[in-house]
Structure formats: C-alpha cells, structure tokens
C-alpha cells in the first residue's frame, strides 16, 4: 500500500490535536486548526479553523453572541 494516500490525513489530525491542546487555554476557538491549516498549506484545515475564530468572536459581540440567547454550534 502507499503512503501517499495518508498524507491527506496529516493536516486534519494535527489540527484537531493542536485545538484539543491549545482551546481550553484560550477563550478564542480555532487558533490551532487555522495554524496547522497555514503551516501545512491546507485550504479546507484553515477554512475550518478560521470559521470557529469567527464564531468564537462573534460570542463577544453584544446582541450577537452567546450572550444573546443564541447557541453556539460546533464544527
């Protein structure tokens, strides 16, 4: 089998590891999808993370955020 087919899979499992490391520390979600997603030149890992680094500054914003009565949805 080749490996070639793995190589996809890098980019999403480092992602999903350096959130699970890096959003409890932070009240922002999404900082480290979107930076495995630039380091590894990965559109969709940093399209993914971008997205929760919007939905989590949205919950600051007064009448947007969770604050509002809204709930925030998880990718």
């Known amino acids: 089998m080749r490996m070639?087919?793995?190589k996809g899979l890098i980019?999403?499992?480092a992602a999903g590891a350096a959130d699970?490391?890096?959003n409890p520390r932070l009240p922002i979600n999404?900082?480290?999808s979107t930076a495995?997603?630039?380091i590894m030149k990965d559109?969709?890992?940093k399209t993914i993370g971008l997205y929760?680094?919007?939905q989590s500054l949205a919950t600051f914003i007064p009448f947007l955020g969770a604050s509002?009565?809204?709930v925030a949805s998880q990718v």
């Open 52 to 54: 929760q680094v919007g």
């Open 20 to 22: 699970a490391i890096i």
């Open 4 to 6: 070639g087919g793995f």
């Open 11 to 13: 980019a999403p499992i």
């Open 68 to 70: 509002a009565g809204g």
């Open 30 to 32: 999404g900082i480290g």
């Open 43 to 45: 559109q969709v890992v």
């Open 36 to 38: 495995v997603g630039f």
